[in-house]
Nanobody, 126 residues
Framework: QVQLVESGGGLVQAGDSLRLSCAAS????????MAWFRQAPGREREFVSA????????YYADSVKGRFTISRDNARNTAYLQMNSLKPEDTAVYYC???????????????????WGQGTQVTVSS
C-alpha cells in the first residue's frame, strides 16, 4: 500500500521559514514526479511546486518562486519543500502528491496525481 505522509507544518510569523517533508512508503518514486499543492479555506487546491524524477527538473507557481525550494532524497524516498519568507497568504493545508513518470498531463493539475498525503497545516500570522 502506497502512503505519503507529510510533516513539518505549524504556526509561524510572516517572514519565517518552514520545511515540509513528505515520506513515501510502499513504492519508490525516484523516477517519478512528486509535487506539493495547497488548499486554503474556501479555495480550490492549487499547485505549488513539482520535481520530475526523470530529469531532475523543478517547477514552481509564480506566487512562491524565489521563496520556496523543492527537493528530494531518493535514499530516504522523501520529498521536501523549504519555504522561506512566508506570507500570510501562504496559509493553507499543504499536500504532497506523486504520479508515475509517464503521465504527461499538466503537472499543475491535481487530477493527474494518483497518490496523495493527508496534508499538513501551515499558518502564517501577520
Amino acid at each position: 500500500q502506497v502512503q505519503l505522509v507529510e510533516s513539518g507544518g505549524g504556526l509561524v510569523q510572516a517572514g519565517d521559514s518552514l520545511r515540509l517533508s513528505c515520506a513515501a512508503s510502499g513504492r519508490t518514486f525516484s523516477s517519478d514526479t512528486m509535487a506539493w499543492f495547497r488548499q486554503a479555506p474556501g479555495r480550490e487546491r492549487e499547485f505549488v511546486s513539482a520535481f520530475t524524477g526523470s530529469d531532475g527538473s523543478t517547477y514552481y507557481a509564480d506566487s512562491v518562486k524565489g521563496r520556496f525550494t523543492i527537493s528530494r532524497d531518493n535514499a530516504r524516498n522523501t520529498a521536501y519543500l523549504q519555504m522561506n519568507s512566508l506570507k500570510p497568504e501562504d496559509t493553507a493545508v499543504y499536500y504532497c502528491a506523486a504520479r508515475n513518470r509517464w503521465v504527461l498531463a499538466s503537472r499543475a493539475s491535481p487530477g493527474t496525481y494518483a497518490y496523495w498525503g493527508q496534508g499538513t497545516q501551515v499558518t502564517v500570522s501577520s
